[in-house]
């Protein structure tokens, strides 16, 4: 089997648990994965991955996400978040700073992620060290904010709405506005709406569909006799003329009953996964 779905995760559940029970439910027997966690305390959008489907990690590792979140001022806890621990407290920002700041963050910036993450510095998961006591240096990295709007604020709350890189943390986005704008601040509520092509409202589509959607699959149609040979995971280079876009990175793949999903790399295709004919 290979299928994606498109769920929307409750906030108050792991994304381990979430899927977990997913797959109880409707997949008994079958490896399921997701494509990126949400934090417990958020909700939304999350590819979940059933079977074959577990390893096409490659194609989403450069997709943007779209986000709503509310921004707490007064207060940063630990964590970024409602479930950690008061870190800091400081007198509420004007309005009109915080209203000034915003664009300050569209586009490239330097950005330092939370520590309780799950980034590794220095071999070591940040949020284990963290949670041991022990202080975490965490480097910053440049990311993308290509929008980021304001769509509500009073005087203890700011609800943005914003679509970032990859790598983006909106827990660290929270806290540098209200630091920037002069208070303290934390994420207090998290959804998130879309991952590159797909949004909460494709969760009807089938996986074809939603592959579809990407505009990165082209297909690769080989002779009966590269069946074999296509079993055993090598598909033969002088095959590529016959693929009906070489510019696209994925490939659908068939070779008489063969069906997989492929990448090309370097003028060669490496098989991610196999579907049967109802999967796509």
Known sequence: MMKIIIADKPEGVTSFSFIKRLG???YRGEKIGHAGTLDKFASG?????VGSATKLSPLFTSFDKEYIASIRFGIETDTLDPEGAVIRESPLPEEDAVRSVIPDFIGRIRQVPPVYSAIHVDGKRAYREAREGHNVDMPSREVEISSLSLLS????EAVIRASVSKGTYIRSLGRDIASKAGSAGY??????LRIGPWTLEDSGLSTAELLEKTGLFSDLVLPDRAEKMAENGFIDPDFLSLDTDLDKPFCRIRAGRFRAVGEKTSGKVRILGRYEDGDL
């Open 45 to 49: 959008l999350m590819i979940v991955l």
């Open 153 to 156: 604020l009073s005087k203890e």
């Open 187 to 192: 994420i207090s509520a998290l959804r998130r």
């Open 24 to 26: 109880n439910e409707k």
